[in-house]
């Protein structure tokens, strides 16, 4: 039985944690890292990242 839904985790979860940290906004994160901006806010929002 094939699982739904993404993979555990995000190739990008350590990166935005970093720059979060680092007191980026999430706008300058999307452009650093290359991804949309609806990317790192879901890793924002809910809660994934400290």
């Known amino acids: ?3 739904l839904g993404r993979k ?3 190739k990008y979860r350590r990166d935005i944690t970093i720059l979060k940290k680092g007191r ?3 706008s300058e994160i999307a452009k650093k890292l290359g991804i949309s901006l609806s ?3 879901r890793h924002w ?3 994934i990242i400290g």
């Open 45 to 47: 929002n809910n809660g």
């Open 1 to 3: 039985k094939k699982k």
């Open 8 to 10: 555990e985790g995000s």
């Open 24 to 26: 980026f906004t999430q």
């Open 39 to 41: 990317t790192v806010k």
